[in-house]
């Protein structure tokens, strides 16, 4: 399974930049890997531990803003294209999973 935690938080003041930082650094913390600005991406070995992992995230949202929790089975998360307009040289591949870092 794979759990994409996308989210849109204001950065408008410092202090909400502190939350969107902290709210970052935490899904880091739980193993998330950015995929794209916004996007985190975990693997979890089954629809349990998926749905802990969204659990946990949930215990720790900012008050404002706005954050999605989406699982995909593996399946279908190797079905997932990339499509760019001209190749970008600092885009990485990891193997066949996918996952895209910076």
Known sequence: MRVFIMF???????????T???FRKRLIQDGFLMMQYSIYIKSC?????ANQ?????????PKH???RAMVITEKQYE????LVGEEDKNIELLGDNR???F
């Open 79 to 82: 079905k997932m294209m990339i």
């Open 65 to 67: 803003g706005h954050v």
């Open 8 to 18: 849109d938080l204001p950065v408008e003041t410092k202090e909400q930049v502190r």
């Open 53 to 61: 992992t969204v659990a946990k995230v949930k215990g720790y949202l």
């Open 45 to 49: 070995i089954n629809q349990d531990a």
């Open 20 to 22: 969107y930082t902290k």
């Open 99 to 101: 996952t895209i870092e």
